[in-house]
């Protein structure tokens, strides 16, 4: 009996131990951690970032950095709400599951089956489009095709988006590359709508927000309560000054990117996912779900390839690369990561699970700047895969300079081999029409002041002035500077003399891709 009283004893001090020395070793790498994200506000101009970490189905760190908005006092707390942006379309994926489960639908179910309005530019595809096709980036369209129906905040509806699609660009064949597109994550919220009866917000809300306890969770900006103030306010930071900006969240995006979440609140989505859909106080085989095992193997399977480059196979020891249903995976020093991120004007964030080390995180940011959350999440899988040592912030922040650096040398150099004693072959007044593209609609180039100015119909903010580039290509200005997305408008003459239609192309490679004016074929509307 004294044997056994020790023997008890002995396991009691034991666990004890290793309880308090798991404790320690938390606090250990939470405290590097906390300084890495401080290091990477000062370094990026970043001024609120919230970050939770879940070890062993255990939140191990949940907080808030910096302020809400640069300039004022207000917090970032763990219940701070960002927009999550991309990190949305995992959500969207997981209500696809979750009808799969119910037997309303099928991963090969044909979109048209669905929504018999639907139509790719090419007929086969549109016959063969599935629910898979919708979430693997591999329509065949170029990267953020269409995206200009949506973003900047648009006038248009998704019956818009479905009327266009077919007059968007084929840049491959269909399922043979990656390119990611937002439209179709949207058209996969249609389908949810059009299969439960329901709008996608309300669908979102009651199979996923409510039943986790994501309180605080909105599928939209526009749901946010009038007097919540614990919001973070978008940055955009412009010669060295912060500028805040936008103020919905990508709305239109919808199923593709519009939900507003907290660390705390993704907290409980990561735990879900990490419990292959499971979620409770208890995870056993009783436990509620949002979705099978089954579908939880299903998107977190390889459905596009991306390459691989030689150097993230020496740097991070990555030897494949690939998008599933809603996430990107990757192997990263022997384990399997799954991850996305997130971005919208002034705002990013990352969402990274590791499956066999029961671990998980998510970093919020409000200032558009993947270098600093890069960096971020880089350390704390340093320090919770115990890598060896690196400054991953001093890595990023070299990365960014020397990009900076390599796309000042090229528009220089482009600068300098423009014929500047060109001219534009017509009146400045003649180039003055509205132009129609097929799948954007009107946009309208006006004369006044002796000056050219461009209106997108459907796009508030995409207003400009077209200053003479050379020849019969001009670059719009955009008013708003924090768009960053100057671009060049070339007028092709026809054999007469007058205008057969215009293209648009960004001028420089760093304006983000979902402003995609390259899809865009201009025609006078008279």
Same mark, same amino acid.
């Not at 973003?151 to 699609?165: C, E, F, R, V, Y």
């Given at each position: ?14 666990? #004890? ?10 606090? /250990? ?9 401080? =290091? ?52 969207? /994926? ?27 530019? %090419? ?13 693997? =980036? ?34 491959? #064949?269909?399922?043979?590359?990656? /390119? ?21 917000? $309300? ?28 919001? /973070? ?53 009783? #436990? ?21 480059? $030689? ?7 990555? =030897? ?70 690196? $400054? ?23 600068? $300098? ?7 534009? #072959? ?53 008013? %708003? ?46």
């Amino acid at each position: 009996m004294k044997l056994l009283s020790c023997t008890v004893f002995s396991m009691t001090l034991l666990l #004890s131990f290793v309880a308090t020395s798991y404790a320690s070793s938390t606090a /250990a790498k939470n405290s590097k951690i906390e300084q890495a994200v401080a =290091h990477a506000m000062d370094t990026f101009q970043v001024p609120g970032v919230a970050v939770a970490i879940i070890k062993d189905n255990k939140v191990v760190m949940s907080q808030g950095f910096g302020v809400i908005e640069h300039g004022k006092s207000a917090k970032v707390t763990a219940d701070t709400l960002f927009g999550i942006a991309s990190n949305t379309k995992a959500m969207t /994926a997981a209500l696809l599951a979750n009808l799969v489960d119910e037997g309303k639908l099928t991963w090969k179910t044909k979109v048209i089956d669905i929504i018999p309005e639907f139509q790719m530019p %090419d007929a086969y595809v549109t016959r063969e489009f599935t629910i898979t096709d919708l979430l693997a =980036h591999n329509s065949g369209l170029g990267l953020g095709a269409g995206d200009l129906m949506i973003w900047p905040h648009t006038s248009l509806t998704n019956a818009d988006i479905l009327k266009g699609l077919k007059y968007l660009p084929e840049v491959s #064949s269909f399922r043979s590359e990656f /390119a990611y597109d937002n439209l179709m994550y949207i058209i996969a919220g249609e389908v949810i709508t059009r299969v439960t009866g329901q709008p996608w917000s $309300d669908v979102i809300q009651e199979r996923i927000f409510t039943p986790l306890g994501m309180n605080n969770t909105r599928a939209t900006f526009s749901l946010i309560e009038k007097q919540n103030n614990n919001v /973070a306010r978008a940055h955009v930071p412009l010669d060295d000054e912060l500028n805040v900006v936008g103020g919905n969240f990508l709305e239109k995006f919808s199923s593709a990117g519009s939900v507003a979440s907290s660390v705390n609140d993704m907290s409980l989505w990561l735990q879900a996912q990490l419990n292959k859909g499971a979620y409770g106080t208890k995870i056993d085989d009783k #436990s509620p779900r949002l979705f099978s095992a089954k579908q939880s193997r299903t998107m977190w399977k390889a459905q596009t390839l991306l390459s691989v480059s $030689d150097k993230a196979t020496q740097q991070d020891k990555t =030897h494949f690369s690939a998008y599933g249903l809603g996430w990107f995976m990757k192997d990263y020093h022997g384990v399997k990561l799954i991850h996305h991120s997130g971005g919208i004007l002034g705002m990013v964030s990352k969402v990274v699970l590791v499956p066999e080390e029961d671990l998980a995180m998510v970093i919020l940011t409000n200032q558009q700047s993947g270098y600093a959350f890069n960096a971020i999440y880089q350390q704390i899988l340093n320090e919770y895969l115990e890598l060896p040592e690196k $400054d991953w912030i001093a890595y990023y922040h070299d990365k960014q300079q020397k990009s900076a650096a390599k796309e000042e040398k090229r528009l220089a150099k482009a600068a $300098d081999s423009v014929h500047k004693n060109s001219a534009h #072959s017509l009146a400045l007044r003649d180039y003055a029409n509205t132009y129609v593209d097929n799948w954007y609609g009107e946009i309208k180039v006006s004369f006044k002041n002796n000056k050219l100015h461009m209106e997108f119909s459907n796009t508030e903010d995409l207003k400009g002035t077209l200053e003479h580039y050379q020849h019969n290509t001009f670059i719009v200005r955009w008013h %708003d500077r924090t768009l960053e997305a100057d671009a060049f408008v070339n007028f092709n003459l026809n054999e007469d003399g007058g205008i057969n239609y215009a293209t648009m192309k960004a001028v420089s490679k760093a304006t983000d891709f979902s402003f995609d004016f390259h899809d865009l074929k201009l025609r006078p509307k008279k």
